[in-house]
């Protein structure tokens, strides 16, 4: 495949086709055998394989860099502090943050939801105020939010689907009043992999002078982001869903919100002095990042950045368009078979269930063939009963997956029915 | 009445699972087992009979019959209803005071561990500490 004319972002020295034999030499787990089996790896949605480069930060990080950052004074200390402050950079320049004081280096995106909701929301709720989040979120977009409302006094607002599952963005514009201080939705479905209008919720909520929080789990790993030119006030993401180590995760937001936030965990690095009668805050970003911070995880993060960087966003993008069609095709061979909340731009992520049968049964069966997808309501439980079901089958893709792979799924989901319904 | 004892319909299911090597073979079994589980009435399906912390639905009942615990139990997953199928086919017909200090380890015999991972022996170990409740109720009374 050629790279589009015109696009001049794509690097001359980036591979312009994903050649997944090749990547796949890079993801040493992708050798596991799995009940006698080859694994086939879909639960990509759940957290993502980890590239060799990615592994080999964390080691050196442990034999050759390790220290405590700022203020050290010896050489290692120096050396940590540097790579881990260009990690930030790294960070700011993938989502294109204005600067990287923007990027606070968290756990993940629930720490980052539940960092805002608390301290955000303790500061800038009043009772009667509104926050509004949509019926398909991840359960770590909704508990934050109900908690900060039910002990502020204010209302939890939900914008409702359509038939097929999308965002009613009608009832969403009717449902906004001067009332509303925050609306925060997923960017993509981790459930369904529907792409959200984004663009549009920000700019119909700014207009109702409500702030916007992007939960962008699902979306960084997928397609690009520009905070700036999207103009939202909070995002969220976890570097694990993102080829990273877990326990790494970012929260941006723009540099006035955070300013105007009070911290959220208090102790060393994000102070300024301390007395017992007076303390002050040390300044962006450190002032969101009390204790040691996950050093060895957000340097880690970095090198997982330069890794999407160098495949190209794009080519990734194209690549796994390919996949979730190529999947989407195939599995509407099967009889009984319902798609979940499917759209042509979906993310490579699709839920479905075969009807009479168990997605339980079905997760588990699989398993034996050396297939991993998830089962179950993958933590969006109102999305579920939106639908009336208990869970779907989620198989979630990543560029290092492959055509033969969905046909490998396809032929075992037919045995799996055959056996099932004899 | 069960003329077995206990650990030899144990011993009996372990040695027909290792007839398959290949995992899937294991399942397919277990898959028969289950379909062969005799229906239970929809009037015992109630909320009180639902087992508490199993992945997929699970109800259980039991009564006693000339001293001896007869179960009738169901699921809404065709693995756990394998899974189900053999516990009933080692205890049924067996006596309370047997059911309670039965050790059923022969799930972990069979060599299906992704059976027992930590997360499905949760349910595991809930479906056989309610077995054993049932049969606890029939001493007391």
Request: aromatic letters at 8%; a neutral charge.
């Amino acid at each position: 495949m050629k790279t589009q004319a015109g696009n001049n972002k794509i690097k001359s020295t980036q591979i312009q086709t994903i050649h997944p034999a090749e990547i796949r030499k890079e993801f040493p787990i992708l050798n596991t055998q799995v009940n006698g089996k080859p694994l086939i790896y879909f639960d990509n949605a759940a957290t993502t394989q980890k590239p060799k480069v990615v592994i080999d930060s964390i080691t050196n990080y442990y034999r050759n860099q390790n220290a405590n950052i700022h203020r050290g004074l010896h050489e290692l200390s120096d050396r940590a502090t540097q790579q881990y402050e260009q990690a930030r950079k790294k960070t700011a320049d993938f989502i294109h943050a204005k600067e990287k004081a923007e990027i606070n280096f968290l756990r993940g995106t629930t720490e980052a939801i539940n960092l805002v909701a608390s301290a955000w929301g303790n500061q800038f709720l009043q009772q009667g105020d509104e926050i509004m989040i949509s019926q398909m979120e991840h359960h770590s977009n909704i508990v934050p939010w109900y908690r900060i409302c039910k002990s502020k006094g204010c209302r939890l607002k939900i914008i409702p689907l359509n038939d097929v599952g999308e965002l009613n963005m009608e009832t969403f514009a009717s449902l906004l009043n001067a009332k509303t201080k925050l609306v925060s939705v997923a960017y993509i479905s981790n459930a369904l992999g529907l792409i959200n209008p984004i663009q549009k919720i920000i700019d119909i909520a700014h207009q109702a002078g409500a702030l916007v929080m992007l939960d962008a789990a699902q979306a960084v790993q997928h397609t690009k982001i520009d905070v700036q030119s999207l103009d939202c006030d909070f995002l969220a993401f976890s570097g694990h869903k993102m080829y990273a180590p877990t326990g790494i995760g970012v929260l941006y937001a723009k540099r006035a919100i955070l300013e105007s936030m009070q911290p959220y965990q208090s102790g060393g690095e994000m102070i300024d002095k301390v007395g017992f009668d007076e303390v002050t805050y040390n300044e962006l970003p450190y002032k969101f990042e009390a204790g040691t911070p996950n050093i060895c995880g957000a340097i880690a993060l970095g090198t997982a950045i330069d890794f999407i960087q160098d495949t190209g966003m794009d080519n990734i993008q194209r690549y796994e368009h390919e996949l979730i069609t190529y999947a989407s095709d195939a599995l509407k061979t099967i009889k009984g078979l319902r798609i979940y909340g499917e759209n042509a731009k979906n993310a490579p992520v699709i839920s479905f269930n075969i009807e009479g049968l168990h997605h339980y049964d079905i997760g588990s069966l699989l398993n034996q063939y050396g297939i991993a997808i998830r089962t179950g309501h993958h933590c969006t439980q109102p999305l579920m009963d939106f639908f009336g079901i208990s869970g779907t089958c989620r198989a979630s893709f990543a560029f290092y997956n492959t055509k033969e792979e969905i046909d490998r799924m396809i032929q075992a989901l037919n045995h799996i029915i055959k056996m099932l319904t004899k | 009445m069960n003329r077995q004892s206990i650990a030899e319909t144990e011993k009996e299911i372990v040695e027909e699972f290792e007839l398959f090597d290949d995992p899937v073979n294991k399942y397919e079994y277990l898959i028969d087992i289950g379909h062969q589980l005799p229906e239970m009435p929809q009037d015992l399906k109630t909320d009180a009979n639902i087992i508490d912390g199993c992945t997929s639905r699970v109800w259980i009942s039991a009564v006693l019959k000339d001293q001896r615990v007869y179960y009738q139990a169901d699921s809404n997953t065709v693995i756990t209803k394998g899974i189900i199928a053999l516990l009933l086919r080692v205890l049924n017909g067996r006596k309370p005071a047997e059911i309670i200090d039965a050790q059923l380890d022969f799930l972990q015999k069979i060599n299906m561990h992704n059976l027992l991972s930590e997360q499905r022996s949760n349910g595991l170990q809930s479906m056989i500490r309610r077995i054993k409740r049932e049969a606890q109720k029939f001493i007391i009374a």
